[in-house]
């Protein structure tokens, strides 16, 4: 079970978004509006878990991967699996404060 929820909110050993971001990636902050004006990554882009599906082509046609994120993981988890069975390249990024952190 705690595997599980490690593959569910962690992106996994492999990814290193630093060098993700550096080669052009997109971060996607899946929470709402409101939140995302509270604060998000410099750069980063708000699309709402709930319309995330309505833009999956706009995100395909970027031809870079995609790094979602949320408030704790949940979120930006659910995002990264829509977009992973659609044929987008995502990772997830977990919480958008932790991978501001990451990044600096």
């Not at 978004?17 to 971060?27: N, P, R």
């Not at 882009?45 to 706009?58: C, E």
């Not at 990264?80 to 069975?85: D, Q, R, S, T, V």
Request: charged content about 20%.
């Amino acid at each position: 079970m705690l595997d599980f929820l490690k593959n569910i909110f962690t992106s996994g050993p492999s990814a290193d978004f630093k060098a993700m971001m550096e080669a052009g990636a997109l971060i996607v902050d899946v929470r709402t509006p409101g939140e995302f004006s509270q604060g998000h990554i410099k750069g980063s882009v708000n699309i709402p878990l709930d319309q995330i599906g309505k833009k999956i082509a706009t995100l395909k046609g970027k031809n870079v991967p995609i790094i979602t994120v949320c408030r704790s993981g949940g979120r930006s988890s659910a995002a990264a699996g829509i977009l992973k069975n659609s044929g987008v390249d995502v990772y997830n990024g977990g919480a958008w404060d932790s991978l501001e952190a990451q990044l600096a």
